[in-house]
């Protein structure tokens, strides 16, 4: 059976190495969730879905998948930033979200899978490392207007706007502005799927840190209640570093997030 696991397409794996990448995706949740969710301190452990995995001479970056739509996934940086890329499988366009860095491969990806533009949560430097190569290639960077001056040494194109809504060939994203983590932090719905991009807004575990210049908890926390846990409980939530969630298994912990303060 083709089985997709953790961004790591299994077709052809073996019992054994399925065991061991279930096993090392389960300690790397483990620890993320010891750390209280999502970056609040750097976390210098390299996902087990880095970038890829071969099977058979195959490379696949295949993250989750129906007959609609595509998501790919690899694992960037220092700070082990997903980058997502959201294709259509009826046209073949896609869209890169958050050009973090390793600007090759990102380019490589974005020629094999069709990326027409490239979509950033928001502008903390982790998240934008490869955004200058990017917009040389020719692609279009997008940003929302309150977190634009962070992009002034690599440029962006257009901005993103709450509740634009972003045509990726048949698809559609919803652009949902969350202030909080960054004054200009944005997560993207996919429309028609249960499906949310959170960039560094939610995490499993809590929210995104709120120590950093433009930070504040209780903005995030308002962005997280009345934006992201409004959404279905099945909705599956992708954040910018480590695993991803659903919005049914984080929201009944809110209360504690705001107990503890982080």
């Given amino acids: 059976a083709h089985r997709v696991h953790g961004g790591v397409d299994l077709f052809d794996a073996s019992s054994e190495q399925i065991e061991q990448f279930g096993a090392a995706e389960s300690a790397l949740a483990d620890r993320r969730r010891l750390l209280g969710g999502g970056p609040q301190g750097r976390v210098g452990v390299r996902h087990v879905t880095t970038v890829v995995r071969h099977y058979r001479g195959r490379m696949t970056t295949l993250h989750w998948a129906d007959s609609r739509l595509e998501i790919h996934r690899v694992v960037v940086g220092s700070y082990d930033n997903n980058v997502f890329v959201l294709r259509c499988r009826e046209t073949g366009e896609a869209v890169l979200i958050d050009a973090a860095n390793e600007h090759e491969m990102l380019l490589e990806l974005c020629t094999r899978l069709g990326v027409r533009r490239v979509l950033e949560t ?124 659903t919005i049914g298994h984080e929201r009944p912990h809110l209360g504690e997030w705001v107990a503890r303060g982080w």
């Fill in 122 to 245: 928001h502008g903390h430097w982790d998240h934008i490392g490869a955004v200058a190569a990017m917009r040389e290639a020719g692609y279009e960077v997008g940003v929302n207007s309150s977190d634009a001056p962070m992009l002034k040494d690599v440029g962006y194109d257009v901005f993103i706007d709450d509740a634009e809504v972003i045509e990726v060939g048949r698809l559609r994203l919803h652009a949902i502005h969350n202030p909080g983590h960054t004054p200009g932090s944005v997560s993207f719905l996919v429309d028609g799927a249960p499906l949310l991009f959170s960039g560094d807004t939610l995490f499993p575990g809590g929210p995104g840190a709120t120590k950093f210049e433009g930070g504040n908890f209780a903005t995030i926390i308002d962005s997280i209640d009345n934006k992201l846990f409004t959404l279905p409980a099945h909705t599956i939530v992708m954040p910018g570093h480590g695993v991803s969630t």
